[in-house]
Antibody, heavy 121, light 113 residues
Framework: EVQLLESGGGLVQPGGSLRMSCAAS????????MSWVRQAPGKGLEWVSG????????YYADSVKGRFTISRDSSKNTLYLQMNSLRAEDTAVYYC??????????????WGQGALVTVSS | DIGMTQSPDSLAVSLGERATINCKSS????????????LAWYQQKPGQPPKLLIH???TRESGVPDRFSGSGSGTDFTLTISSLQAEDVAVYYC?????????FGPGTKVDIK
């Protein structure tokens, strides 16, 4: 059974940093691309970032480019999202999601339960 | 960037009746050489993460009831729930995975009339 468990969320001040983690199990981690998707309170889904199965290719939404960094550690079956220079508008539930293939041009077939990040002073 | 729009914003349908949601992309998401539309539909119920319903525009994910169907090609797509059930109350999103950033539509809320 595929399981994705996010951690690392919490309250952070504007301008601060946070690192999200997503522990994956139930599938061959290195064989699949992974993504982060966020949802601001009461709003729709926003794709944030994606990384290929090999980790070589990474992609970002314009809203986070230059501030967020996606990475993965296949030895730990873990996906990361390093978030710097956080803004109030980054406040959201952050979901980790597995893609259906090794590259990011795939649908998101499994999702974690999400972790809340609140950016506020 | 490919922009995604959905219509309507919300709809209320009687139990057992058909619900139709439209999704439009600002440019084609059809990869001609593969003859595949890079378009997915997701269902999100309150307090839950999204769930993949359909990918490649019309391929139902394993375990998804056959009352859900997807159609369309190029820039215009439709999700149809042929006979609405109470458990189908949710927000439905389309997403293109043709090119980065892999954008979602704004969502369509489906309720019972």
């Amino acid at each position: 059974e595929v399981q994705l468990l996010e951690s690392g969320g919490g309250l952070v001040q504007p301008g601060g940093s946070l690192r999200m983690s997503c522990a994956a199990s139930g599938f061959t981690f290195s064989g699949y691309a992974m993504s982060w998707v966020r949802q601001a309170p009461g709003k729709g889904l926003e794709w944030v970032s994606g990384i290929s199965g090999s980790g070589i290719s990474t992609y970002y939404a314009d809203s986070v480019k230059g501030r967020f960094t996606i990475s993965r550690d296949s030895s730990k079956n873990t996906l990361y999202l390093q978030m710097n220079s956080l803004r109030a508008e980054d406040t959201a539930v952050y979901y980790c999601a597995k893609l259906g293939g090794t590259s990011c041009d795939s649908s998101l077939d499994y999702w974690g339960q999400g972790a809340l990040v609140t950016v506020s002073s | 960037d490919i922009g995604m729009t959905q219509s309507p914003d919300s709809l209320a349908v009687s139990l057992g009746e058909r619900a139709t949601i439209n999704c439009k992309s600002s440019q084609s998401v059809l990869y001609s050489s593969k003859n595949k539309n890079y378009l997915a539909w997701y269902q999100q119920k309150p307090g839950q993460p999204p769930k993949l319903l359909i990918h490649w525009a019309s391929t139902r994910e394993s375990g998804v009831p056959d009352r859900f169907s997807g159609s369309g090609s190029g820039t215009d797509f439709t999700l149809t729930i042929s006979s609405l059930q109470a458990e189908d109350v949710a927000v439905y999103y389309c997403q293109q995975y043709y090119s980065s950033p892999f954008t979602f539509g704004p969502g369509t809320k489906v309720d019972i009339k």
